[in-house]
């Protein structure tokens, strides 16, 4: 059955999208888009039919005057929404012509249809890039939904008996009067025990999450998944071997390639550069690419600060490549910070490198539309000193106890600190899991609360809910490791969870936020499958981190930049939750607030609030994440009467 179809002038490819089947309602689609617009403020469409409606917010990149959404197949079979970028458009709709399909636009939108057209739902084995879209197949009455496959673009959804629903955004979804807000108590311990919630779940009950890497069919009310891609099982994999050289070559080609296709744009481009290996490696590939205009972005934190601020090294590598270069200090407006980042998360996420990363966002959308950013980079070539430790570990856990004795009193006694490694914490979470097996000595160095913390943290009411292990889906990536190697197994772990559900997700959020896409090229999932079938003695010879990567950008980068040690995008929580922060953490966590909740005891609250007042203990990232869940409890649940303790 026809539909009716509105656009406004004026058009582009990333965007919000959402819809609904099942006597839909115009303004509640509406409301939804409304709440999508910072996602996509240059246009909206909006296309409806007897039993469906679809739309779009969009953000100007490419082909500015063509491919407006959602857009129609020829006949007016099909409508397709789409939020996204296809990196290998053009070389596909090349293939896509040579097979007889017609092309109207420029744009990726209508090759993505035509893909479609062509393709049906293996359409996504075609598609090189980041993408969540959704097609309205009309003559068979059911709709199709994907996402790409390390999850750069989310897609959240709603469903009961006759009804279904899915945005964007969480805080769209909800303008539908369908899902409520009751809070899913499973994915709340899986945010404890890591700071985010899990792939496919939500902090609401109702709502789930498309993973990465899947898709989705509704038809006749039944909704079917399937996942399309994963992670080479290193078990079957055959390995990249070769002298150290051509490999560096390899992995050398290889990023300037992923770093090539994200290039293409009609609108100016930047990079976020934090004087780091992996943003460095970006920016020197842009410029072996280019001659034009790199514009970089930096945040500093301001004195007193200094082991957390990367600024001379950004400024090093933009004189270096002869970019255009701006800066901000961040200084914290505690509650104003705090309270962006629940609206702009819709759910409560608790990795505090969110702050930098709203902030340097907000610098470069006043300059581009467009930036490039290193995530994946460690979890590709081997970046964090974690993963050194599964080495060490695995050679400190064969010695025997009386043997280990006066060396685990004397590394006992490293005092915790507040700069940016801390290396006190790090030995203190290193000895007390060395006698436990791999995975669970990793997953354990990866949590924010262990599930012993949590015994006594959490009320009987709160565990009671709980009946999900948390770390199931990390110890089935760990056990797809390949070369015999359990730093191979580390590396499965991180790039299945923490890249997606954490550092993509506040990559999107953040940059969307402030309406600037963010593209990542080291999360081409070609370049992770190159990266997986080289040995991780290949990626960290004589111990070093990334020393392939940096044996790859040898001859264009500054030597202090290879030699510096990782240091991360982070920023000083534990002095400001001492300081500026101290005030909002002593609101959110008093102690008649916490007995009202329900939920944590308020004696184990106050001792991690104290020991980490008096600077013996560093209890910052565990004090933040509790304080993230009362922030959302009270604009998501409070505001609207929801409140349900578990």
């Keep these: 059955m026809a539909g009716t179809f509105s656009q406004g002038a004026g058009t582009a490819v990333m965007c919000g999208i959402a819809g609904m089947l099942g006597s839909p309602d115009p303004r509640t689609l509406d409301q939804m888009l409304d709440a999508l617009d910072h996602r996509g403020p240059d246009d909206r469409g909006v296309y409806a039919a007897d039993d469906v409606a679809l739309g779009m917010t969009r953000l100007a990149i490419i082909d500015l005057g063509g491919g407006r959404q959602p857009m129609l197949a020829d006949d007016g079979g099909a409508a397709l929404v789409f939020n996204g970028e296809i990196y290998n458009f053009r070389e596909l709709r090349a293939r896509l012509a040579a097979k007889g399909r017609r092309f109207r636009t420029d744009s990726d939108t209508e090759v993505l249809l035509r893909a479609w057209e062509e393709y049906g739902e293996l359409c996504v084995a075609h598609l090189s890039g980041m993408f969540a879209f959704a097609v309205w197949d009309a003559r068979r009455r059911r709709l199709f939904l ?74 006749g009310g039944v909704l079917t998944l399937r996942r399309y891609w994963a992670l080479p099982d290193g078990r079957t994999l055959t390995p990249i071997d070769g002298r150290i050289d051509e490999l560096a070559a390899r992995v050398r080609r290889d990023v300037r390639d992923a770093v090539r296709c994200r290039l293409a744009a009609d609108v100016p481009l930047g990079v976020f550069l934090s004087g780091g290996v992996d943003s460095s490696v970006i920016v020197a590939s842009m410029r072996e690419i280019t001659s034009g205009r790199i514009a970089t972005f930096s945040v500093g934190f301001g004195p007193g600060t200094r082991s957390y601020d990367e600024l001379p090294h950004a400024r090093r590598i933009a004189e270096r490549f002869e970019t255009d270069h701006h800066e901000e200090i961040l200084e914290p407006d505690a509650r104003q910070l705090a309270q962006a980042l629940v609206r702009h ?255 944590f005891r308020p004696d184990a609250v106050e001792a991690l609030r104290r020991q980490h007042l008096a600077g013996g203990r560093s209890h910052a990232d565990r004090l933040w994440t509790l304080m993230m869940f009362e922030l959302w409890v009270r604009e998501y649940l409070d505001d609207h009467g929801s409140w349900r303790a578990a």
């Design 146 to 219: 994907a996402r790409d496959r390390l999850g750069k673009k989310p897609l959240y959804y709603w469903r009961d008996g006759r009804h279904f629903a899915f945005a964007s955004e969480l805080k769209a979804l909800v303008r539908h009067p369908g899902p409520g807000r009751t809070p899913d108590w499973e994915a709340f311990h899986h945010y404890l025990a890591f700071g985010y919630t899990p792939s496919d779940r939500s902090m609401l009950a109702s709502v789930g999450k498309l993973p990465p890497a899947h898709v989705a069919m509704i038809e």
């Design 345 to 599: 998360f819709d759910e409560p996420f608790a990795d505090s490198s969110a702050i930098p990363t709203l902030m340097i966002a907000g610098v470069a959308a006043r300059h581009v539309k467009v930036v490039l950013s290193g995530i994946g980079g460690d979890e590709a070539f081997a970046g964090y000193p974690r993963y050194l430790g599964v080495r060490l570990s695995d050679t400190y856990a064969r010695v025997p106890r009386w043997a280990r004795a006066a060396t685990d009193a004397m590394l006992g006694h490293v005092p915790e600190s507040d700069s940016s490694r801390n290396i006190g914490d790090r030995v203190r979470r290193f000895l007390s899991s060395v006698d436990q097996p791999m995975p669970d000595r990793y997953i354990g160095w990866t949590r924010f609360f262990t599930e012993h913390q949590l015994a006594s943290l959490a009320t009987d009411a709160l565990r009671r809910s709980w009946t999900i292990d948390v770390e199931a889906v990390r110890r089935d990536a760990y056990a797809r490791r390949g070369h015999d190697d359990a730093m191979d197994g580390a590396f499965r772990i991180d790039l299945s969870t923490y890249v997606p559900d954490d550092l993509l997700t506040m990559a999107d959020r953040m940059t969307m936020a402030r309406s600037l896409e963010l593209r990542a090229p080291f999360c081409d999932h070609r370049l992770i499958e190159t990266s997986l079938a080289i040995a991780p003695a290949l990626k960290t010879q004589r111990l070093q981190l990334k020393a392939l990567l940096k044996r790859a950008f040898a001859d264009v980068l500054p030597r202090e930049i290879l030699d510096r040690p990782k240091q991360g995008f982070m920023i000083p929580l534990g002095p400001w939750l001492r300081g500026a922060l101290r005030p909002l953490m002593d609101e959110l966590l008093a102690p008649d607030v916490l007995r009202r909740r329900g939920v």
